[in-house]
């Protein structure tokens, strides 16, 4: 596969962490030596479907095709006010598109993980251009009374148009059931026939051991990728990394030995926006001129599950 265009799209309420303080206790120096977030986009009157639609008309049009040329949707969200139908099958109707969707949930690696079938459907000839939109608002799964997680996270679209191509190099993904250290229960309808105890909880994430495994896997995925492609480190013109948590993106660049330059950020303008960050920090390098075409790129992802994916990519686009 090749990605031949971008987009992303943010909400309007941008949350500075001095708004926070009016409510929670916690501060910006808090929370910016921790994370280094110093604000977050959070929905609130826009719906997220309209700025997945944004995205993906962006990516459409950044690759100089239509809704008509698209062969398959696939959809990277874990929640959004439906539970049927699937995004990806509102966002076909609102761009315009008749091919066949799906939605999946890798949590924060889901735009690695749809790069992977997408791959897979191109190769056995199933589809000649896929758009992959990330789209994500993990503000509505935090307890807002709940200072460890309400600070972390906001909300948004990331996409990618992708077609046949030599340009994705070497991709892993990795699944380990992990549950207990991030999770999300929502509640269901009763029955009649209930009487197990259920418990609904907001986001639960146990921060310091999602932190150790963060590192610790993106740095092992991204050693055996370059290992497997023959490239050093420093062959790689950006690693494109999810955009959780300003230490954690530090540390994984200090393991790998690169240059400051070529780890770009965003998460302290929109905080972590789960799989939707990758998509939409790849947007701004590709809006901001700073990729060439023949650049190596290296994405790594990891979210709940624990999931993780990595990839190398040659970019494709002059
Ligand atoms: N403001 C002020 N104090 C706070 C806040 C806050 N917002 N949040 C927690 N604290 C307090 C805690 O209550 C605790 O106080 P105590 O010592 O009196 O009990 C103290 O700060 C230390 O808390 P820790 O949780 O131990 O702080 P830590 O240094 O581990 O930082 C953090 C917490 C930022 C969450 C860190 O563990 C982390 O970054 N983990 C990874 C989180 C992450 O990236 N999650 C998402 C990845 S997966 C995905 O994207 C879905």
């Given at each position: 596969?090749?990605?031949?265009?971008?987009?992303?799209?943010?909400?309007?309420?941008?949350?500075?962490?001095?708004?926070?303080?009016?409510?929670?206790?916690?501060?910006?120096?808090?929370?910016?030596?921790?994370?280094?977030?110093?604000?977050?986009?959070?929905?609130?009157?826009?719906?997220?479907?309209?700025?997945?639609?944004?995205?993906?008309?962006?990516?459409?049009?950044?690759?100089?095709?239509?809704?008509?040329?698209?062969?398959?949707?696939?959809?990277?969200?874990?929640?959004?006010?439906?539970?049927?139908?699937?995004?990806?099958?509102?966002?076909?109707?609102?761009?315009?598109?008749?091919?066949?969707?799906?939605?999946?949930?890798?949590?924060?690696?889901?735009?690695?993980?749809?790069?992977?079938?997408?791959?897979?459907?191109?190769?056995?000839?199933?589809?000649?251009?896929?758009?992959?939109?990330?789209?994500?608002?993990?503000?509505?799964?935090?307890?807002?009374?709940?200072?460890?997680?309400?600070?972390?996270?906001?909300?948004?679209?990331?996409?990618?148009?992708?077609?046949?191509?030599?340009?994705?190099?070497?991709?892993?993904?990795?699944?380990?059931?992990?549950?207990?250290?991030?999770?999300?229960?929502?509640?269901?309808?009763?029955?009649?026939?209930?009487?197990?105890?259920?418990?609904?909880?907001?986001?639960?994430?146990?921060?310091?051991?999602?932190?150790?495994?963060?590192?610790?896997?993106?740095?092992?995925?991204?050693?055996?990728?370059?290992?497997?492609?023959?490239?050093?480190?420093?062959?790689?013109?950006?690693?494109?990394?999810?955009?959780?948590?300003?230490?954690?993106?530090?540390?994984?660049?200090?393991?790998?030995?690169?240059?400051?330059?070529?780890?770009?950020?965003?998460?302290?303008?929109?905080?972590?926006?789960?799989?939707?960050?990758?998509?939409?920090?790849?947007?701004?390098?590709n809006r901001g001129g700073k990729l060439k075409k023949g650049d190596k790129l290296v994405f790594s992802a990891f979210g709940a599950?624990?999931?993780?994916?990595?990839?190398?990519?040659?970019?494709?686009?002059?």
């Amino acid at each position: 596969m090749k990605i031949i265009g971008t987009g992303s799209a943010h909400p309007t309420c941008a949350v500075t962490n001095q708004m926070l303080e009016q409510f929670l206790d916690t501060s910006d120096e808090w929370i910016t030596e921790r994370t280094g977030i110093k604000e977050r986009c959070v929905i609130s009157s826009e719906k997220l479907e309209d700025m997945a639609v944004i995205a993906a008309n962006q990516a459409l049009e950044n690759a100089g095709l239509t809704a008509a040329d698209i062969d398959f949707i696939i959809c990277s969200n874990v929640v959004n006010e439906y539970v049927t139908p699937a995004l990806s099958c509102i966002i076909q109707g609102k761009i315009g598109a008749t091919c066949p969707t799906v939605d999946i949930n890798a949590a924060c690696a889901g735009f690695i993980f749809a790069m992977d079938m997408a791959e897979d459907k191109l190769k056995c000839k199933k589809a000649k251009n896929i758009l992959i939109v990330c789209a994500e608002e993990p503000s509505r799964m935090v307890s807002w009374q709940n200072r460890s997680t309400c600070v972390l996270f906001g909300d948004g679209a990331g996409a990618a148009v992708v077609t046949e191509g030599d340009e994705l190099k070497a991709i892993r993904l990795t699944t380990s059931s992990l549950t207990e250290v991030l999770y999300y229960q929502r509640s269901l309808e009763p029955t009649p026939y209930i009487s197990k105890e259920e418990n609904f909880e907001p986001l639960v994430m146990k921060g310091r051991e999602v932190f150790k495994h963060a590192v610790t896997n993106s740095c092992r995925d991204i050693r055996k990728l370059l290992n497997e492609t023959g490239l050093d480190a420093n062959d790689i013109k950006y690693y494109v990394l999810h955009q959780a948590n300003r230490r954690i993106i530090d540390s994984i660049r200090n393991f790998l030995g690169v240059d400051e330059e070529k780890v770009p950020h965003n998460v302290e303008r929109y905080g972590n926006i789960s799989s939707a960050a990758l998509p939409a920090l790849l947007d701004e390098l590709n809006r901001g001129g700073k990729l060439k075409k023949g650049d190596k790129l290296v994405f790594s992802a990891f979210g709940a599950g624990f999931t993780t994916g990595a990839c190398v990519i040659e970019w494709a686009k002059e």
